[in-house]
Nanobody, 121 residues
Framework: QVQLVESGGGLVQPGGSLRLSCAASGSIFRLNAMGWYRQAPGKQRELVAV???????NYADSVKGRFTISRDNAKNTVYLQMNSLKPEDTAVYFC???????????????WGQGTQVTVSS
């Protein structure tokens, strides 16, 4: 069984910073791309940033230059450093990981439970 556990959300003032973490645990044969998505009230879930197993990254235009995604493969953990936060960054942030749980299994997408990020004065 694979689990993704997120941490680091909270309330921050505009211009502030937060760092989200997401650790994958359980049966993991291979950990492929990991990423962060967010969903604001009344809106669809959207991609924020993704990082491949080779370290290649991709960001939504709205967060380029402000957010940085990174990963620690030894810890099966992905991070999202969020700087210069804006009220429009307020959302529930979800961790996503594409994992092959066993050598004989197909790659599956797993999701964390979500962590609330609120940017408000």
């Amino acid at each position: 069984q694979v689990q993704l556990v997120e941490s680091g959300g909270g309330l921050v003032q505009p211009g502030g910073s937060l760092r989200l973490s997401c650790a994958a645990s359980g049966s993991i044969f291979r950990l492929n791309a990991m990423g962060w998505y967010r969903q604001a009230p009344g809106k669809q879930r959207e991609l924020v940033a993704v990082i491949g197993s080779d370290g290649g990254v991709n960001y939504a235009d709205s967060v380029k230059g402000r957010f940085t995604i990174s990963r620690d493969n030894a810890k099966n953990t992905v991070y999202l450093q969020m700087n210069s936060l804006k009220p429009e960054d307020t959302a529930v942030y979800f961790c996503n990981a594409n994992i092959r749980p066993e050598w004989y299994a197909q790659v599956q997408a797993y999701w964390g439970q979500g962590t609330q990020v609120t940017v408000s004065s």
